[in-house]
């Protein structure tokens, strides 16, 4: 099992945002977590990226066996987990090729590797360049800077084409997109699926999923999996919304 | 008395000094020069060294600057073999390089250099002697010696310094690289006095350097005046790299004619206390002038940047950028002022302040000012204080940068903005690597500076070539 979170309690300045979620992921399979605003979708998110603002105050969150809340942000990247952010940073002045450079040699190191040459490391930008349709020279560019929604995006999944994640979590990555930009994105998700990784797809909307067929459909309502299914939840909750949850849920 | 050692810095000092010395500081002056030092000796013995009661001098405190004591000499050491001190090693920043020991000109078999071209560059005793009309036609008329005590000591006491004249319709080739090293076994005071001259449609690049060589503490009170004619084009670069026991005051004055136009840099990396004296006055219309700066204090290390822009003609427009990171307890001040006089419509002045604070004790003052006597104008001001952006951070992070690195990223990015403004490209290399060094805690001062190197083991020869000039 690739990531399994038993019973996962988060909160923010003693705001209690998860209440107790359990998911498990196995390599090969694609989640796809769905939920209304506000009940701690991107929370998850962060909290196994391990962004130090959320306090975990119960349970726990096991990554290749491995307890997760042991590892720092850069070692939980380095392990192989990837965070596409819904709202990407700008970093003016830190080049697009000096961030990933720097980024691909760091993860190298970690794993006892020497950097990669610069001619190669630039033939793997171009590489996955391509992989998701960016035909600037967004090379000099800086990180984000003056990009547009759409180019964030693509950018994001450029970052993981580079950095080859085990588990990538893709929080809200279609929101904001043009049809022609979530098809790039999709496009590029799908070509990345592998037996050995795995990816969480954070959604609000159902479209997406068009485009990406998940194994596993979850609600997060509340700070809790509300319910899990196929494929054919997301067009359930296409066509009912979430208020048919809520009622549920009382 | 020509020398005097190891007394602290005191009004009583310099007055007695001059009164002393007043025939010997005159030799060489002509009847005007000698009516100028001797009001500016009046004006400073009236004004005095400035204190904290002023307002410009409010957060910086001299008093241990000046309660050391200094030895200062009125005539070059004899003792100092300058090719034995330092050598300039710039390997492929093409340069013609101009330097000073101790506030003095250090070569004295070419005193003054005469170029093709028509560019006069060297010693300023010498050009006083040999171009006496010349300089009598700018020297002073820049610098304000009824207001500012240490202007006005330097003007009462200048003897030596760097001239630079270039001639109208004259586009220096290359960069005239100034190199101010202080090198002495005792605490030493030294005031030395610039004069450039860039002539209408002329060019000039101008590197000026300050460095130290040992860790000896030092007091320096420099002015440089700067003239650009109608249309003229002036690149400056004042880098500092001085020890912490090192105090440096330094002025500068701008004039810029009709249509002239100024790029000024200001690279503070090292220096125990630091004080830029910044002044611009547009003397015509369609002037522009750029100010960037940017400071990486750490330790108890002061820098103080004081700018003042005086909008005096319509249509010109002025850009202040000035960005510092602080570290343990440095601290910083700046101190924009643009003044926009009543007739300078379309004025267009902007000023902004950005700092970053990396540890609870480093503190940031920060004044931009604007004082607007015209309706149709455009002015912005800016300043903000913060740490390190943790969004930025955690991004960085998430992708496998180490935490060190990832601060060490975004610290030169936000210093990149300002070095990424210096158009000649060797130089803007060599300063990102000063930069980069000195985030790292790398950098030390003279032995290992990448602009030049020296080293006592490495005894080569003040070198300037030229058949390159």
Known sequence: MLLQIKNLHASINGKEILRGVNLEVNKGEVHAIMGPNGTGKSTLASVIAGREVFDVTAGEIRYNGKDLQKLSIEDRAREGIFLGFQYPVEIPGVSITNFMRTAVNEIRKFKGLDPLPGGEFLRLMEEKKRLVEITSNLTNRSVNEGFSGGEKKKNEIFQMAMLEPMLAILDETDSGLDIDALRIVANGVNKLRRPDNAFVVITHYQRLLDYIIPDFVHVLFEGKIVKSGGKELALELEEKGYDWIKKEQG | ?????????????????????????????????????????????????????????????????????????????????????????????????????????????????????????????????????????????????????????????????????????????????????????????????????????????????????????????????????????????????????????????????????????????????????????????????????????????????????????????????????????????????????????????????????????????????????????????GSTTGQLDQESMFYLRQRGIGEETARMLLMFAFADEIVAKISIPQLRQRIEDMVKKRLQGELQICEQCVLHCSTPEHPVEFFIDMSKV
Request: hydrophobic content about 35%.
């Open chain 2, 1 to 381: 008395m020509q020398t005097n050692i190891k007394e602290p810095i005191t009004l009583e000092r310099f007055t007695g000094l001059y009164q002393k010395n007043r025939a010997f500081l005159m030799v060489n002056d002509t009847p005007m020069l000698a009516g100028k030092r001797d009001r500016a000796f009046e004006a400073f013995s009236t004004l005095g060294f400035p204190d904290t009661s002023m307002e410009t001098w409010r957060l910086t405190n001299l008093d241990e600057s000046f309660s050391r004591g200094y030895d200062y000499h009125l005539r070059p050491m004899e003792e100092v073999d300058i090719q034995k001190v330092f050598r300039c090693n710039i390997p492929h920043l093409d340069t013609a390089v101009i330097g000073q020991l101790n506030g003095w000109y250090v070569s004295k078999d070419v005193p003054l250099m005469e170029l093709g071209n028509g560019i006069i560059m060297g010693s300023l005793a010498e050009a006083r002697k040999k171009y006496p009309q010349l300089v009598e036609k700018y020297f002073g008329t820049m610098a304000d010696d009824t207001s500012d005590g240490f202007t006005a000591l330097n003007t009462a006491f200048v003897q030596d310094g760097v001239f630079i004249y270039v001639p109208d319709n004259v586009k220096s080739p290359k960069p005239v690289q100034l190199i101010n090293v202080i090198h002495h076994e005792e605490n030493l005071f030294l005031q030395s006095r610039n004069l450039i001259l860039v002539g209408a449609n002329a060019k000039l690049s101008l590197v000026h350097c300050d460095d130290s060589y040992n860790h000896q503490a030092s007091f320096s009170n420099i002015v440089t005046e700067i003239h650009v004619g109608e249309h003229g084009v002036m690149d400056h670069y004042k880098l500092q790299n001085l020890n912490n026991n090192s105090t440096l005051i330094s002025s500068v004055f701008f004039r810029l004619e009709a249509s002239a136009s100024l790029d000024s840099h200001y690279i503070s990396l090292n220096g125990g206390l630091l004080r830029n004296n910044i002044w611009v006055l547009f003397n015509g219309p369609h002037g522009n002038a750029n100010i960037y700066g940017i400071y990486l204090m750490d330790r108890k290390q002061h820098v103080d940047n004081q700018v003042f822009v005086d909008h005096a003609w319509p249509d010109c427009s002025s850009n202040e950028t000035f960005k510092g990171i602080l570290d343990e307890h440095a601290r910083a001040i700046f101190n924009g002022h643009v003044l926009v006089r009543r007739d300078a419509t379309k004025t267009d002045a902007r000023q902004s302040n950005k700092n970053i604070l990396l540890t609870d004790t480093a503190r940031v003052n920060s004044k931009p000012f604007l004082e607007i006597y015209n309706d149709d104008v455009k002015c912005s001001h």
